[in-house]
């Protein structure tokens, strides 16, 4: 990703060192280089210089190798207290997810989602139009 991030910003700074029609502008050179950034989603990985005419990045090495460093490491929060549920009971619900998970992906024939639409049944502050129940 880094590195096809880097090849689409050279191109904005060949643009803005070209003799025809150079991308000139603070503001365009900063639209451009945000649809690059934005594609890629790896705006924090550069510190990005940006003038009325030039354009520049490099690398932040130390974003990089301290994301690096958390690779592998989640973060699991929950509303319940540690006396009510416990860090390895915790960490036991989050992994039983991956069983229910199957359930939403569709098939290959089609979606294995088993719908009731039920209209009107729930007595709520805020009623809904309509819910949907999965079985």
Not at 22 to 38: F, M, Q, S, T
Not at 71 to 79: D, S
Not at 125 to 134: A, C, E, K, T, Y
Request: glycine share 4%; no cysteine; charged share 30%.
């Amino acid at each position: 990703m880094l590195q096809a991030t880097e090849k689409e910003l050279d191109k904005i700074i060949i643009g803005t060192s070209r003799s025809l029609r150079p991308l000139v502008g603070a503001e365009k050179i900063r639209v451009r280089v945000r649809k690059v950034i934005d594609r890629y989603q790896v705006a924090k990985h550069f510190d990005i210089e940006i003038t009325d005419n030039s354009f520049f990045y490099e690398r932040s090495n130390q974003k990089i190798q301290a994301e690096a460093n958390l690779e592998g490491i989640y973060v699991i929060r929950t509303p319940a207290s540690a006396s009510v549920l416990y860090e390895r009971e915790t960490v036991k619900a989050y992994k039983s997810l991956s069983l229910v998970e199957p359930a939403f992906r569709p098939t290959h024939g089609g979606f294995t989602w088993n719908f009731k639409n039920t209209r009107g049944k729930f007595r709520l502050r805020n009623p809904l139009s309509s819910s949907i129940l999965l079985k």
